[in-house]
């Protein structure tokens, strides 16, 4: 972040979501990964940077004092969330960590009417959703270098109670079973480098990131995964 708490980024600035000029078609990028892994900062800075819209989701969890509605999430109440769902509104939805969230179907429809890239910050459960949905989508996963650094990113918020740390590494291990289905990993060593990996892969100019590459990586978060 920089000192004015706007995220920094060390690419240049474009038009909002536009990609790169002359691209052929919008897409939306599915962004997964466990809690701790990065992914918010990533996305906001691949979102200052003009890459990618971010897709604000509704969820039913509590406001943290850290938040604000309308831009990291819209807030909402269990009842309201149900008819969301049930008016169809919403491109996907699930149940994580105890609490709702979805994808609003109108904001990805006009983005991609606007000839706008989106990035979806989303579990892998509403990722499967998208991904059957029909929209051209590529769907990429983030982990921190290793399961000692996860622990210890999730420890270091101070954001969740205990019980909240150990639902969050509980489910960190289910989202590790789902790496296969996607389509890119990338491994948050380094922020700048993460966000300069995913950059490549919107421009459609760096496919070093996909699954087949990197086989090794993945067996090991597997088997972490399984224990
Ligand atoms: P957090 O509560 O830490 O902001 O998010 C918890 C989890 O919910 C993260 O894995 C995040 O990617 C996921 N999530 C956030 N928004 C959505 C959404 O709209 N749909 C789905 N399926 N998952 C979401």
């Given at each position: 972040?920089?000192?004015?708490?706007?995220?920094?980024?060390?690419?240049?600035?474009?038009?909002?979501?536009?990609?790169?000029?002359?691209?052929?078609?919008?897409?939306?990028y599915?962004i997964?990964?466990?809690?701790?892994?990065?992914?918010?900062?990533i996305t906001?800075?691949l979102?200052?940077?003009?890459k990618?819209?971010?897709?604000?989701?509704?969820?039913?969890?509590?406001?943290?004092?850290?938040?604000?509605?309308?831009?990291?999430?819209?807030?909402?109440?269990?009842?309201?969330?149900?008819?969301?769902?049930?008016?169809?509104?919403?491109?996907?939805?699930?149940?994580?960590?105890?609490?709702?969230?979805?994808?609003?179907?109108?904001?990805?429809?006009?983005?991609?009417?606007?000839?706008?890239?989106?990035?979806?910050?989303?579990?892998?459960?509403?990722?499967?959703?998208?991904?059957?949905?029909?929209?051209?989508?590529?769907?990429i996963?983030i982990?921190?270098?290793?399961?000692?650094?996860?622990?210890?990113?999730?420890?270091?918020?101070?954001?969740?109670?205990?019980?909240?740390?150990?639902?969050?590494?509980?489910?960190?291990?289910?989202?590790?079973?789902?790496?296969?289905?996607?389509?890119f990993?990338i491994?948050?060593?380094?922020?700048?480098?993460a966000v300069q990996d995913i950059a490549g892969i919107i421009?459609?100019?760096?496919?070093?990131h996909?699954?087949?590459?990197?086989?090794?990586?993945?067996?090991?978060?597997?088997?972490?995964?399984?224990?």
């Amino acid at each position: 972040m920089s000192s004015s708490g706007q995220p920094t980024s060390t690419l240049s600035p474009a038009e909002p979501g536009s990609g790169r000029a002359g691209q052929a078609k919008p897409a939306l990028y599915i962004i997964s990964g466990p809690s701790g892994s990065g992914k918010s900062t990533i996305t906001a800075r691949l979102a200052a940077a003009g890459k990618a819209v971010f897709s604000v989701s509704y969820t039913t969890r509590k406001c943290h004092h850290s938040e604000r509605e309308g831009i990291d999430y819209r807030f909402v109440s269990e009842p309201r969330f149900k008819q969301l769902q049930s008016n169809g509104e919403l491109l996907e939805s699930a149940l994580v960590h105890g609490n709702w969230y979805g994808t609003s179907r109108a904001d990805i429809n006009d983005f991609l009417a606007k000839g706008k890239n989106v990035m979806l910050e989303i579990d892998v459960k509403g990722a499967e959703q998208v991904r059957t949905c029909g929209l051209p989508c590529t769907s990429i996963f983030i982990l921190p270098p290793s399961p000692e650094e996860l622990l210890a990113r999730l420890a270091g918020r101070q954001r969740e109670e205990d019980e909240q740390i150990r639902m969050r590494l509980a489910n960190a291990r289910q989202e590790v079973q789902a790496i296969a289905d996607f389509e890119f990993f990338i491994i948050n060593r380094d922020i700048d480098q993460a966000v300069q990996d995913i950059a490549g892969i919107i421009d459609n100019r760096d496919r070093s990131h996909n699954l087949a590459n990197q086989q090794e990586l993945i067996e090991k978060w597997q088997q972490w995964a399984r224990k």
